[in-house]
């Protein structure tokens, strides 16, 4: 499982022009799932992601977690986070999960971060999705399971 986060100020996903999710200062969180992955890995992600202090202090030191600054999530599932591009020039796509089965965890992890967080916002599983932002920072964070688990 792979999760990039962003910090950001703000940030919406659209389907035909439509807002399915807005934030305001938060995460964004662009979420790829690998045919491995269990809710067990998405509870250790989850924990993390929850976990990371990236926000200022009144010292300017990131030393805030998202609870702290009372921030919001917009997750967003992309299973172009597991594209392999070893050969040629056409990224492939075989790590990454089934549609049924990853976007069963997309909605868990969803629905886990709901329990923690009051405003969890969404995109649409395997929709063209329109994502905007304001990358405050820029702070970006790269979490893959292989790593953290």
């Given at each position: 499982m792979r999760f990039v986060i962003q910090r950001v100020q703000h940030a919406e996903v659209k389907v035909d022009g439509e807002?399915?999710?807005?934030?305001?200062?938060?995460?964004?969180?662009l979420i790829g799932v690998a045919e491995t992955d269990t809710r067990?890995?998405?509870?250790?992600?989850?924990?993390?992601?929850?976990?990371?202090?990236?926000?200022e202090d009144a010292?300017?030191?990131?030393?805030?977690?998202?609870?702290a600054v009372g921030g919001e999530l917009l997750l967003v599932s992309q299973?172009?986070?597991y594209a392999d591009c070893k050969k040629g020039n056409r990224p492939s796509f075989i790590n990454a999960g089934k549609?049924?089965?990853?976007?069963?965890?997309?909605?868990?992890?969803?629905?886990?971060?709901?329990?923690d967080i009051p405003k969890?916002?969404?995109?649409?599983?395997?929709?063209?999705?329109?994502?905007?932002?304001?990358?405050?920072?820029?702070?970006?964070?790269?979490?893959?399971?292989?790593e953290i688990c």
């Open positions: 807002v399915t999710g807005s934030i305001g200062k938060g995460f964004l969180v067990e890995i998405a509870d250790k992600m989850i924990k993390k992601l929850l976990g990371l202090r990236i926000f010292q300017g030191k990131t030393n805030l977690d998202l609870h299973f172009t986070l549609p049924d089965m990853a976007n069963e965890l997309y909605e868990y992890i969803i629905s886990k971060c709901r329990e969890v916002e969404k995109g649409i599983f395997g929709a063209d999705m329109k994502v905007s932002l304001l990358n405050d920072g820029p702070f970006t964070i790269l979490l893959d399971s292989t």
